[in-house]
Antibody
Framework: QVQLQESGPGLVKPSETLSLTCAVS?????????WGWIRQPPGKGLEWIGSIYHSGSTYYNPSLKSRVTISVDTSKNQFSLKLSSVTAADTAVYYC??????????WGQGTLVTVSS | DIQMTQSPSSLSASVGDRVTITCQAS??????LNWYQQKPGKAPKLLIY???NLETGVPSRFSGSGSGTDFTFTISSLQPEDIATYYC?????????FGQGTRLEIK
């Protein structure tokens, strides 16, 4: 059974960098699929942030591209998100997921990140 | 970017009712359209993939249809456990976008 688990700070100060990691179990990232991040502001809809393949190829939402970096560590079977220069508008539940350029079939439980001083 | 217009934004129906949600793409996406169910405090769950294929383990009262720009999601007989928010999602050229969501309530 594929499982994904997000980890990282739940509170980030404005203008700083949000950093999250997603640990994958039950499937090797190196075996295939795209992996990545989706977020959901409180009470709002879902927004794709970006995706990465095990080779390191990345694809980002154009609206966030200038602030986003997604990386993968196949040795640890995990991938990471960095979002720079955050504001209150970046407060959201952040989900990591598999299949994130097509059909998203596995999701993490989500982690709430609040941007506040 | 491909935009997805989902309607209605909210819907109230009775147990046993047939419920329909629509999603319209801003350009032709063939059948690259999925439907998800999200319950409060939970991650979305895949119900329908590639417009009309039922994900393994999903009850058969859920179905999807459409191609090109117009898609429909149907619950044939609404059950109390179906109360949730439903999202359509398109995938095209290595990017994805979601509809705005439909909040489904029991009347």
């Amino acid at each position: 059974q594929v499982q994904l688990q997000e980890s990282g700070p739940g509170l980030v100060k404005p203008s700083e960098t949000l950093s999250l990691t997603c640990a994958v179990s039950g499937y090797s990232i190196s075996s295939g699929y795209y992996w990545g991040w989706i977020r959901q502001p409180p009470g709002k809809g879902l927004e794709w942030i970006g995706s990465i393949y095990h080779s390191g190829s990345t694809y980002y939402n154009p609206s966030l591209k200038s602030r986003v970096t997604i990386s993968v560590d196949t040795s640890k079977n995990q991938f990471s998100l960095k979002l720079s220069s955050v504001t209150a508008a970046d407060t959201a539940v952040y989900y990591c997921a598999r299949g994130i350029v097509a059909t998203v079939d596995y999701w993490g439980q989500g982690t709430l990140v609040t941007v506040s001083s | 970017d491909i935009q997805m217009t989902q309607s209605p934004s909210s819907l109230s129906a009775s147990v046993g009712d047939r419920v329909t949600i629509t999603c319209q793409a801003s350009q032709d996406i063939s059948n690259y359209l999925n439907w998800y169910q999200q319950k409060p405090g939970k991650a979305p769950k895949l119900l329908i993939y590639d417009a009309s294929n039922l994900e393994t383990g999903v009850p058969s009262r859920f179905s999807g249809s459409g191609s090109g720009t117009d898609f429909t999601f149907t619950i044939s007989s609404l059950q109390p456990e179906d109360i949730a928010t439903y999202y359509c999602q398109q995938y095209d050229n290595l990017s994805i976008t979601f509809g705005q969501g439909t909040r489904l309530e029991i009347k």
